[in-house]
């Protein structure tokens, strides 16, 4: 932008009519047109970096179905997984849940993550009790959240889950959340 640029829209809004009584002049009007202004945009992103873009990825992957849905296969002898995705210090990967299969309570590592349910409705049990979660819900967890997620319904469910960076661990924990066990007084 050459320096010419300020003046012009200074000039341009010091020649402007006074604004009406009733409705003031709307931040177009005194910024002029954002959009117009190449050096206040940022690039787009090739890949996610924040919280908040990992939870618009799943969001867009969950919205794209014909990206997943032929993939899907429900195997009642172990939970199915496929691995959908990879990016720098990321990995999405997609999971099938027949009726009454679960993951065990475990954690995630040094890895945050986002998990969608995609169809069906899952249960996920945690130290902070249980939730239902059903097509279309979300949960973001931080390194170190153990939880277990199980289906307790009679049909079939699918879940899509990001990690960052990479799952490179899943610890099992012995006392699952589901079941707690007696524990000594």
Not at 139 to 160: I, K, M, Q
């Amino acid at each position: 932008m050459n320096s010419a640029t300020p003046t012009v829209i200074a000039s341009a809004a010091a020649s402007a009519s006074p604004a009406p009584a009733t409705g003031g002049e709307s931040d177009l009007q005194i910024a002029g047109d954002i959009l117009a202004v190449q050096h206040l945009l940022q690039p787009a992103r090739e890949h996610p970096a924040t919280v908040a873009e990992f939870v618009g990825l799943a969001r867009s992957i969950a919205g794209d179905r014909a990206s997943w849905e032929h993939l899907v296969r429900y195997d009642a002898t172990t939970r199915w997984y496929h691995r959908l995705r990879t990016g720098p210090g990321y990995e999405v990967w997609l999971l099938s849940w027949v009726p009454g299969q679960g993951s065990g309570s475990h954690g995630h590592g040094s890895s945050s993550g986002v998990m969608t349910v995609l169809d069906g409705e899952l249960t996920e049990h945690s130290a902070r009790g249980r939730l239902s979660l059903g097509a279309g819900s979300q949960r973001v967890f931080a390194p170190g959240y153990a939880h277990e997620v199980v289906n307790d319904t009679l049909d079939g469910a699918v879940s899509l889950h990001v990690y960052f960076p990479g799952l490179t661990e899943m610890p099992m924990h012995s006392c699952s959340p589901a079941r707690p066990e007696a524990l000594p007084a």
